[in-house]
């Protein structure tokens, strides 16, 4: 696939997606980290999205001709979740999720694998800094993290220019 021929139309998910939000992590994840232990089943990762995510966080979604590619969950200054499938990387998609979250939050902190170099790039190029590295022991895959925080800058008061030293 050299292009996107369309825009992606970014759409709030609701229960009827799930199964297919949880599909699009279950092969984000299979293809791009192929060393995580495959801990769940697809029933028990749609139920998670389910019966988790769906109540506590805001869900988006990014579909091209009516199907879904990406998805993100976040709320409460977290992004739980952001996956793109690994054949619609690299458009702008995830880039266009991840601004909708920031548009909704001065703050936000997320986690991913130490060895998720992709998942780490995009971070930074949105201005996400490192705040900690982990060893794994506290998260279910036992995989090595890194904590990546955000924040807002303060705008500007219109007629003030920063001073020049």
Known sequence: MDDIPIEPEVVTLTADHMQAAAGIRRVSLRQRLPWLPDLHTPE??????????????????????????????????????????????????????????????????????????????FYVRHGFAAEEETDGADNEEREPDVLYHWRRLPELTPGLQPSGG
């Open 44 to 121: 028990e990762e749609e139920q998670y999205w389910r019966m988790h995510l769906l109540p506590n966080c805001t869900i988006l979604g990014a579909a091209l001709e009516n199907r879904l590619v990406g998805v993100i969950a976040y709320g409460d200054g977290w992004i739980e979740q952001l996956y793109v499938l690994p054949d619609f990387q690299g458009f702008g998609i995830g880039s266009l999720l991840l601004g909708c979250a920031k548009q909704k939050m001065d703050e936000i902190r997320l986690w991913a694998f130490q060895r998720n170099t992709g998942a780490r790039a």
